[in-house]
């Protein structure tokens, strides 16, 4: 099970710069509804999905990063953000 999410960066970051999520986010959204926000792998491991944003999310922050979640035990807690020892980062995706 997969998550998406929208990282919002109060600034931009030059390309190798890590970006310290507890300092530079400035706020975490799920990528769309709760609907859209989670994909199942199925019964081989594959994910097939395309994810659109409605609006230019680059207007909205310096940076964005976005983070997609894979949640071991399944479990996701909708649009809330809620880590637990079973979610781990699977990608990054930084843009500015």
């Not at 109060?10 to 990528?31: E, L, M």
């Not at 509804?33 to 792998?41: F, H, I, L, M």
Request: hydrophobic content about 40%.
């Amino acid at each position: 099970t997969y998550t998406f999410w929208l990282n919002f960066l109060n600034k931009k970051k030059s390309p190798g710069q890590p970006v310290s999520f507890g300092g530079d986010v400035t706020r975490i959204a799920p990528f769309g509804t709760e609907a859209r926000n989670v994909v199942r792998a199925d019964a081989n491991g594959v994910i097939a999905t395309s994810l659109n944003h409605s609006l230019c999310v680059l207007t909205e922050s310096s940076g964005l990063v976005l983070v997609v979640d894979y949640h071991l035990n399944g479990r996701t807690f909708g649009a809330a953000h809620i880590p637990d020892e079973e979610d781990v980062n699977h990608l990054l995706v930084y843009f500015q």
